[in-house]
């Protein structure tokens, strides 16, 4: 997988469900990242430690501003999976986790999906997700395609 560049963390990962499986975990310790450089949904389990860094990119910032309706103020560094990636099916819907609109409190989104692929690192215990293809984009309203 290439570099994603600078990725917008707009909330966590809670299920994913494709054409022939699903996965989910019930805890908040898989990032729902948004890779602005090639319109990517990545979901990865988050470090233990995150360093908490200056942002020189305003594109993801800009993201995280529109998804959330706030100004972003925390920016992460983390490193991200560079192996090769194994499909696994036409993507059918993502459950997040996310305080985006000002509401300051965390609430459950379910998104259906249409003509993206989601792809994974292993087909057996995935540490790692990526959905591309469509027309991904994120508004105001939240993942669109």
Do not use: Q
């Not at 809670?14 to 602005?36: D, I, Q």
């Not at 560094?77 to 985006?100: Q, W």
């Amino acid at each position: 997988m290439p570099d994603p560049g600078p990725c917008a963390l707009l909330g966590y990962t809670l299920e994913y469900k494709w054409n022939t499986g699903k996965w989910s975990t019930r805890n908040k310790s898989w990032a729902f990242l948004w890779s602005p450089k090639y319109k990517y949904i990545i979901t990865m389990k988050m470090p233990k430690k995150l360093k908490v860094v200056n942002s020189k990119d305003k594109t993801a910032s800009k993201i995280v501003e529109i998804f959330k309706a706030r100004p972003a103020k925390e920016f992460y560094e983390f490193d991200m999976y560079d192996g090769p990636l194994v499909k696994l099916g036409k993507a059918k819907y993502i459950i997040y986790n996310s305080d985006k609109w000002y509401s300051n409190k965390d609430y459950d989104y379910i998104h259906d999906f249409e003509n993206v692929d989601i792809y994974a690192n292993r087909k057996i215990r995935p540490s790692f997700f990526v959905c591309k293809g469509g027309r991904l984009t994120i508004t105001s309203r939240g993942i669109v395609w």
